[in-house]
T-cell receptor, first 112, second 112 residues
Framework: EAQVTQNPRYLITVTGKKLTVTCSQN?????MSWYRQDPGLGLRQIYY???????DKGDVPEGYKVSRKEKRNFPLILESPSPNQTSLYFC???????????FGSGTQLSVL | QKEVEQDPGPLSVPEGAIVSLNCTYS??????FMWYRQYSRKGPELLMY????GNKEDGRFTAQVDKSSKYISLFIRDSQPSDSATYLC????????????FGPGTRLSVLP
């Protein structure tokens, strides 16, 4: 089954404790992206990647890191989480030039 | 002014009603227009997409684009309780090569 898998689904952490949210897709998509979703603000792009070893900032990249060492994986790293990073995070993938974004099920992050 | 605006709702309608969901945008470079549907605690899924101006119909759903007014709509005929979800509009310029910009979403409840 074609899917984007994110882990974990729920994460509660404390300020400053480094964390990684994993994302994996099995559709051989070149393009992968991370979004955060906040009430009233909708989906905002954090980082995206057009292919292996190619990453670029989205609209809200501050406080986040990503890497794309393999085509299928695109982890999101928060080196020193802060409470304003409490949000619902989605990983997504698509073919470059395609209109359909495939989303993961989301990771609800709470930073205390 | 936000790049894409959408009435957040919530919008409540009785089963069988015709629903109209709308987005306005400011960037005249947008050529590709999409509607994503997001059920509670799930990732968004592509519902419809259109290129440039005009209408597109798929079953009970019709997407309409008016580029001169920078206004897009999604109509749902004979609405069902299973249509209860958040509807996100999304837009892109130039052959989907650029990143999508999402509206904040409209929450719809269809009451049985």
């Amino acid at each position: 089954e074609a899917q984007v898998t994110q882990n974990p689904r729920y994460l509660i952490t404390v300020t400053g404790k480094k964390l990684t949210v994993t994302c994996s897709q099995n559709m051989n998509h070149e393009y992968m992206s991370w979004y955060r979703q906040d009430p009233g603000l909708g989906l905002r792009q954090i980082y995206y990647s057009m292919n292996v070893e190619v990453t670029d900032k989205g609209d809200v990249p501050e406080g986040y890191k990503v890497s794309r060492k393999e085509k299928r994986n695109f982890p999101l790293i928060l080196e020193s989480p802060s409470p304003n990073q409490t949000s619902l995070y989605f990983c997504a993938s698509r073919v470059v030039g395609g209109e359909k974004l495939f989303f993961g099920s989301g990771t609800q992050l709470s930073v205390l | 002014q936000k790049e894409v605006e959408q009435d957040p709702g919530p919008l409540s309608v009785p089963e069988g009603a015709i629903v109209s969901l709308n987005c306005t945008y400011s960037n005249s470079a947008f050529q590709y227009f999409m509607w994503y549907r997001q059920y509670s605690r799930k990732g968004p899924e592509l519902l419809m997409y259109t290129y440039s101006s005009g209408n597109k119909e798929d079953g009970r759903f019709t997407a309409q684009v008016d580029k001169s007014s920078k206004y897009i709509s999604l109509f749902i005929r004979d609405s069902q309780p299973s249509d209860s979800a958040t509807y996100l509009c999304a837009m892109s310029a130039r052959n989907y090569g650029q990143n999508f910009v999402f509206g904040p979403g409209t929450r719809l409840s269809v009451l049985p």
